[in-house]
């Protein structure tokens, strides 16, 4: 159809102004009269202003019957008010089949009230497309359901037409992991950039706060939209800085949310050596270069995203390295380290920190990573050793607390001078840090730490008392299927309570640490609720943690990983000072439990009882949140399973978990063993364990046995049959973008 004239509007189809684009009509299947409007199939393609300039705010609808005749013309402003309900145009000549329409059409707005924000979405992508600039006018307001004037229709009917906007079904099974994409990004694919883009974004938006399982389904979008063509990290990053200087706070947090997801997603693709995600990697980074580190940047801004980078736990990029130093060198005369006074130079960047409300050591590291962690290495050993020299206590003791810097360089710099230095230098409280962590460190420097606690002893230094032990609730994951585990340390605190997070995953030791406050008993009693659900978190014996943390220090001294600085506060709060490195040893744990069961009577020994949890074990990965993400998922699995799908005529459904049994889980058998033994102690643990660990021990001890081929148990199976789910519905979801 041609362009129509409506007022002072004139009007084009959507799929006019995009032509590859799928969107912008809407299929709908009335399954019984409604008003004079009959039953049968209908089409309604959507019409927006092109005029420039034009901002009207409103899509016309055209529909159409399943004789391509015109029925009805609807007019749906986009702003939303009791005024504001969609209506029938006066221009046109309605059909009687318009009023039943238009109550079908109001209806099915306040039930779906995302094909609403789709219609905003595209028309801000028509405004950019015929101005040639980003949309400008106010955000359009997000609709609730319901959030339109209702009909009478029957609940019945609103079931029966569940085909309207199109709505796509999953195409997996129940078996299958759900990695379908999210209903948020039904519009996504369009072919064009910005209503991918600002698609995504206004994804963002409307799920800030939501559960976990749509913040699962947001990411899985966001994942699909890193891959594709029409999705550009410069304008992710154009956007947040333009964010920053408004007022759209809102937007501002969907945006940096939106960055953390997609590091993070990229991160775990480079850990699973996904193909393009190293490109994508050096985009996203080189956007940020360009946009953010650059000199007359915000200050603050800079923070906020350097806080970002070191949350993913990326490897910052030389690009974004050089383009900070650039920036700083470009600045330097608001710090200058060179002059004849370098220690007034510190006093000023301590009262920069002062006014951020710094209070503790801890967070003056945070502020100091936020600021130089993107940059040269020297520089942030020069300020390290200002900061220890400096009259502030405060700022001496963060001194010491970089020595769990993330860049190794660094922190071996700031043992380098701490080392040398004069041991009355060191405050009680430093003292007592480098004794409880000495140990977490690798040999070489935990050398150089004895000798910082020699110094401070022979100076006199007497050692600050640690806080003694008190009541702790322990909240704890088991392994996922990606070797991470979670786990949250609750005290008392006031009228509420402190929370101690930790993240062990394997090959990286202590992942992730941090410390915040629950404010009363409902936030306490809500963290319980969504550790439960989100990942099938249970209550512990805190010696578990103890045992579990001391493995996760000794896996990361191997791979030349280190905890960040919070686990000192970790271990301060907790009263904790025996946390040292013990290797897990599988074996000598395997036999442990062993012993443990045959202590529990021959019933539990029995064949039947063997047998029984091995069937049992069948259904772990379906039915039980810890479990749930037990499968493989990397190039390995991706590549035997391409090859075999493109190589087998007929389509055995046996043949691709056999394939996953013998070439994937078989050479990674022992890791599966550990995840089994640790997730057995984990039930022996948990107060109210999700199945019962003698029945995961019987399946360990079979795993542990190399004469049983892994298709002989039951659990095994599981985890290949997920393995090949997770594949198809990635393959599914991606519709030929490179994973």
């Given amino acids: 159809m041609n362009n129509i004239t409506l007022g002072d509007s004139e009007l084009a189809a959507y799929g006019d102004v995009f032509p590859q684009s799928q969107n912008g009509v809407i299929a709908l299947n009335l399954t019984e009269k409604v008003g004079k409007a009959k039953k049968g199939s209908y089409l309604l393609l959507e019409y927006y202003c092109v005029l420039e300039e034009c901002d009207c705010r409103h899509a016309v609808l055209f529909a159409f019957n399943s004789k391509e005749q ?56 028509v405004h950019k497309k015929i101005d040639g600039f980003s949309y400008q006018g106010e ?18 009917f609103i079931r029966d037409i569940e085909s309207f906007l199109g709505t796509k079904k999953s195409r997996t099974s129940k078996n299958i992991p759900d990695s379908s994409q999210p209903s948020l990004f039904d519009e996504a694919f369009d072919g064009d950039e910005l209503s991918l883009f600002e698609a995504v974004v206004e994804s963002y938006r409307l799920c800030e706060g939501e559960d976990y399982d749509k913040q699962t389904e947001l990411k899985k979008g966001l994942r699909i939209c890193l891959y594709d063509k029409g999705f550009a ?71 906020a995203v350097t806080g970002v980078l070191l949350d993913a736990r990326i490897e910052i990029l030389p690009e974004l390295h050089e383009a900070n130093n650039r920036r700083m060198a470009e600045e330097a005369d608001g710090m200058d380290f060179t002059a004849a006074s370098p220690e007034q130079e510190m006093i000023k960047f301590l009262d920069h920190l002062d006014e951020a409300g710094i209070e503790s050591s801890f967070e003056l590291v945070d502020a100091l990573l936020q600021t130089g962690v993107v940059g040269d290495i020297e520089p942030q050993i020069t300020i390290g050793s200002y900061l220890f020299h400096a009259e502030s206590e405060l700022a001496r003791e963060a001194a010491v607390l970089m020595l769990f810097h993330p860049i190794e360089a660094v922190r071996q710099g700031v043992a380098d001078f701490l080392v040398q230095a004069d041991g009355k230098m060191f405050s009680p409280q430093a003292l007592r840090r480098l004794i409880v962590s000495r140990n977490w460190f690798a040999k070489d420097l935990q050398g ?94 805190p010696a578990y943690l103890d045992k579990r943390l001391c493995q996760a220090l000794s896996d990361g001294v191997k791979h030349g990983k280190i905890p960040s600085h919070w686990l000192v506060a970790i ?9 040292k490195t013990v290797d ?67 389509g055995d459904p046996i043949q691709p978990i056999l394939e996953i049994l013998d070439h994937v889980l078989e050479p990674r058998r022992e890791i599966w063993l550990e995840r089994l033994v640790v997730t057995t102690a984990w039930l022996k643990a948990s107060r109210k364990p999700p199945a019962p660990w003698q029945e995961m021990l019987h399946v360990a001890l079979m795993v542990a046995d190399k004469s049983v081929p892994l298709q002989d148990i039951p659990l095994m199976i599981a985890v290949a049959e997920h393995t090949v789910a997770a594949f198809l519905g990635r393959s599914l979801e991606s519709d030929g973008i490179p994973f």
């Fill in 571 to 579: 271990a301060e709060q907790t009263g904790s000072d025996q946390w």
């Fill in 448 to 541: 150089q730490v004895d000798r910082m606690i020699a110094h401070a002893r022979k100076a006199g230094v007497e050692c600050a008392p640690l806080r003694k032990r008190g009541k702790r609730t322990v909240l704890a994951s088991t392994h996922d299927g990606a070797g991470a585990q979670s786990i949250f340390v609750v005290l008392p605190l006031g009228e509420g309570y402190s929370c101690c997070s930790l993240m062990f995953k394997k090959g990286h030791g202590v992942a992730d640490t941090y410390v915040t406050t629950l404010p009363n008993k409902r936030e306490f009693n809500r963290l319980r609720k969504m550790m439960r659900q989100e990942v099938g978190a249970t209550e512990v014996d």
């Fill in 233 to 303: 990290s410069d304008e992710l990053v154009e956007h947040l800085s333009c964010l920053w200087y408004g007022d759209d706070d809102e937007g501002l947090e969907a945006l940096l949310h939106m960055l953390a997801d997609a590091l993070e997603i990229l991160r775990v693709d480079l850990e699973r050596k996904r193909s393009e995600a190293e490109l994508k990697m050096q985009e996203l980074q080189k956007a940020l270069a360009e946009h953010i580190f650059i000199a007359g940047a915000d200050y603050d801004l800079a923070a």
């Fill in 70 to 125: 015109q029925v009805a013309v609807i007019n749906v402003p986009l702003d939303t008010g009791p005024l504001l309900r969609p209506y029938l145009a006066e221009e046109f000549k309605q059909s009687s089949s318009a009023e039943g329409l238009l109550e079908v059409l109001v209806e099915a707005l306040n039930d779906h009230p995302e094909y609403h924000h789709g219609m905003c979405r595209r028309y801000r992508a």
């Fill in 584 to 650: 897990l040893d599988v074996e000598r744990d395997l036999q442990i439990l062993s012993e443990e069961l045959k202590e529990q009577g021959a019933e539990f020994m029995s064949k039947r009882t063997r047998q029984r949890a091995l069937k049992n074990s069948s259904t772990w990965v379906e039915q039980k949140t810890f479990a749930m993400s037990w499968f493989e998922d990397d190039v390995t699995v991706d590549k035997q399973l391409e090859y075999l799908l493109e190589t087998e005529e007929q």
């Fill in 139 to 156: 955000p359009f307001p997000k609709l609730a359901p319901g959030g339109l004037l209702s009909s009478n229709l029957s609940e019945d």
